[in-house]
């Protein structure tokens, strides 16, 4: 364990002077006890400006998990619990027959919204009450909690809205009060980003991508019609500040350190706090759902609001691993069994693979093992 700094700064250093990625960060907390904090690269290309360690990246879905973390501080707080009807909030959302949906089905992608209309724009996306109203609105691909399908985006404004609800406050807000500023991260972890933090952040730029990525797929396939080709991300996507500085919750801007702290403090006391009880964290990552997802079409075994297993290893051998990944090659979860929590943020956005994360997290699981 005492070389571990030294072994992920290594592997950090060799992906970037080999052109693998332009710049990265890697934290790891080990019984809440900050053990890594490693980073290589420029945070933008253009200007040769340095990856330091409170640069923060877009991370794309591996802002899910902070999404959901905000859910769990507030059922802690018993402003709701996860069979709370999400109509019980947000009358609205009842529309179409989804009165039955609870906060539950949401955290789990079980509530049967995963889609959006074709002709959604980017700058939609940054309108919060068109958002929660076309989803409030939308007709369910299935019944709520029947079967479960990657809500790709629809995600953020479920449980953001419930937030909103529940509060009277925009989750960003209720994320700095419960989870950031508590843990002293309030410049490190957001969902939509404040405008006087935009020139801080790391520049992302596409990874070159193979055209048959995405194999045969057809073009209905469930997955392109959760996101429309005109908000499917990428570098471009990633840098524009109207996204960054919107709540859009099913994504996330982040620095590794940041994110590994709040799934450290998930796990166990940080530097004096918490962020929820030991039964709630047996209870917030327990396998939820095993079905096959309707939407990616792959076993996907989740808890709620989290995916388990460890990326680049089978799943079901590593359940005790509660967290989420971002397109573009980002991640963070941590381990209840190790009491190891992981993040890796990236600028090279490879939307099919994330070799960094897997290539990083085994070094990590190795060393924590003692391999």
Known sequence: MSDLQKLVQEALDELTESGAETGLQVAVYVDGELAVDAVSGVADPETARPVTSDTPFWSASTGKGVTATVVHTLVEKNLFDYDTPIAELWPEFAENGKGGATVGHALTHSAGVPGLPGDITPEDLTDWDKMVSIVASAEPWWEPGTQTGYHSVTFGWLLGEVVRRATGKPISQVLREEVTAPLGIEKELFLGVPEAELGRLARLE???????????????????????????????????????????????????????????????????????????????????????????????????????????????????????????????????????????????????????????????ARAVAGV
């Open 206 to 364: 596409d990874a070159p991508v193979d055209s048959n990525a995405f194999g045969d797929l057809p073009e209905d396939f469930p997955l392109f019609k959760t996101a429309p080709p005109a908000i499917t991300p990428n570098a471009a996507y990633g840098n524009r500040s109207d996204i960054l500085t919107a709540d859009i919750p099913a994504g996330g801007t982040m620095t590794a350190r940041g994110v590994a702290k709040m799934y450290a403090a998930l796990m166990g006391e940080v530097d004096g706090v918490r962020l929820v009880s030991q039964e709630r964290l047996e209870q917030i990552t327990a396998l939820a759902v095993d079905d096959l997802d309707q939407v990616v079409f792959a076993p996907s075994p989740k808890a709620l609001g989290y995916f388990l297993g460890r990326p680049g290893s089978d799943p079901q051998q590593t359940l005790t691993v509660f967290g989420a990944q971002g397109m573009g090659g980002s991640a963070a979860y941590a381990d209840t069994r190790t009491k190891v929590a992981f993040a890796l943020t990236k600028n090279r956005f490879n939307p099919t693979e994330a070799s960094a994360v897997e290539r990083i997290g085994e070094i990590v």
